[in-house]
């Protein structure tokens, strides 16, 4: 590390750089939770039946809460590893500020986790019988929403990283959080299916994601300080 | 202001403090909630509408503001902990959170009571009914967090956090009502001025709620003063006291093993 800080954006990207590059020479921590995402969703139409109208009327909660707990499971790797080796102590003794640290190693979450969630979405919809008006609900709300869950749940980990056993206790902290986006997406996905617009619930995502944006990084930054004491 | 409140941030004399403020608080909880409840319960009139089972609302509105209310005083806690680093702020999150989870808990059970008969349900997924259910789980996850470090110190910044991200669920619960028309009734109280409820039913219900209030304040002073001692049990002035009590408690019970 140089000693002079350097620029706002060569942070930000040094630090996307690295998290993207220990991702991909570790493929397992990326995959598992993309797998358990599909089989969480397989087992939704061996459980309740494979009656096409009962699917896709509860294709939309399956679908999104599937998706908070693969993110759920997936959050431990945002500051685990970094924590165990030290880096993350080096990271914040550093002279840059720990907000730009903190959304670089969120983006590269959202990358590894929310990104190819989202693509494998509609494979999934296509499996439950999703209402055909609903893929673009579905795609929106998930653009605008996984953001958020990967922001909220960086607040958790950060808060439970320095605890032994902080796995059950994260699940715990977070999905009280993660509630009102659960809420809004289905309801825009419901929405869409009836052929009306959804506009409002997704602004309200957006609302949400902007918001998170702003202020999880302070949150998460105060909650890495305490953690490392 | 910084000169008169200054003192208090020294444990020891907070603790003294709410020691003497403790016999009044527990005075004016039991004088309030004596007449308030007796007053609710048995001589307000039954509502033309709803019959007797209205008078659940005399626990259930005190308790559902309190537990809004004490979530807002844990988060301005919270915040001052982490802004001007007092540690007593941090004990009085601490002492507040049980006593929240406590107050929510009461508040969903007696709606649910209220609901059963007025809806014809125990539960329903309603705006206001599902933001206060995630106000308990709020409440649980601070504690639960409190409990998982070791430190109580650290316990106290890590809970401050939490407690402050979950501040905005407090307008969600708020003005669910009004935002989302849903089957949860209106505020019925919210204007004192003019009230949208009869005279004989709102002075039993200001005693409830005084009487709530002031049960809270003593709840949380108790647990605020042990707390302290917990956090403080290697400083002198504990030690003292407890040789005081200790002391105290051999004086009055050594008569006794002389007679027997």
Partial sequence: MPT????????????????????????????????????????????IGPEAQTLSRIAPGIIWVAAL????????????????????????????????????????????????????????????????????????????????LSLLGAIGVALTVGIKKGGVLLSLLVLPLYIPVLIFATSAIDTAALGLPYSGQLAIIAALFLGSLTLAPFAVAAALKVSTN | MWKWLHPYADPEVSYHFTGRLLPWLSGLTLILLTIGLIWALGFAPADYQQGDSFRIFYIHVPA???????????????????????????????????????????????????????????????????????????????????????????????????????????????YSVEWWNTLHQGATVSNLGKPSMSIEMIWPF???????????????????????????????????????????????????????
Avoid at chain 1, 78 to 89: M, Q, R
Avoid at chain 2, 100 to 129: E, Q, S
Avoid at chain 2, 225 to 254: C, D, F, K
């Fill in chain 2, 206 to 260: 200001i005693f409830c709620f005084s009487g709530f209030a002031f049960l809270v304040a003593m709840v949380i002073c108790i647990r605020f003063r042990s707390e302290i001692l917990a956090r403080n049990s290697i400083r002198p002035w504990v030690r003292s006291l407890v040789i005081e009590h200790i002391s105290a408690q051999s004086s009055t019970t050594t008569p006794s093993k002389e007679n027997s």
């Fill in chain 1, 4 to 47: 002079s800080p350097l620029s706002y954006r060569a942070t930000f990207g040094l630090v996307l750089k690295r998290d993207l590059t220990i991702a991909m020479r570790h493929k397992d921590d990326v995959i598992n939770p993309l797998l358990f995402f599909v089989m969480v969703i397989t087992l939704f139409p061996l459980g």
């Fill in chain 2, 64 to 174: 559902a503001s309190l537990s809004m209310g004490i979530y807002l005083g844990m988060a301005i806690a919270a915040f001052t902990s982490m802004v001007w680093q007092l540690k007593l702020a941090d004990a009085s999150a601490a002492a507040m959170a049980p006593v929240g989870a406590v107050f929510t808990a009461i508040a969903l059970f007696t709606g649910a009571a209220w609901g059963k008969p007025m809806w014809g349900t125990w539960w329903i997924w309603d705006a206001r009914l599902t933001s206060e259910l995630i106000l308990l789980f709020l409440y649980l996850g601070v504690i639960a967090l409190h409990n998982a470090f070791e430190d109580k110190n650290l316990a106290g910044k890590a809970a401050g956090i939490l407690t402050l991200v979950g501040v905005i669920n407090l307008p969600i619960i708020k």
């Fill in chain 1, 69 to 148: 707990l693969s993110t759920l499971l997936s959050l431990d790797r945002l500051f685990k590893a970094d924590h165990n080796d030290g880096s993350l102590e080096q990271m914040l003794l550093s002279p840059n500020p720990v907000f730009i640290l903190v959304i670089a190693k969120i983006t590269a979450h959202w990358l590894l986790t929310g990104l190819p969630l989202i693509l494998m979405a509609p494979l999934l919809a296509v499996l439950l019988h999703l209402n055909e008006h609903s893929y673009s609900a579905l795609m929106l709300t998930l653009l605008l929403g996984t953001p958020v």
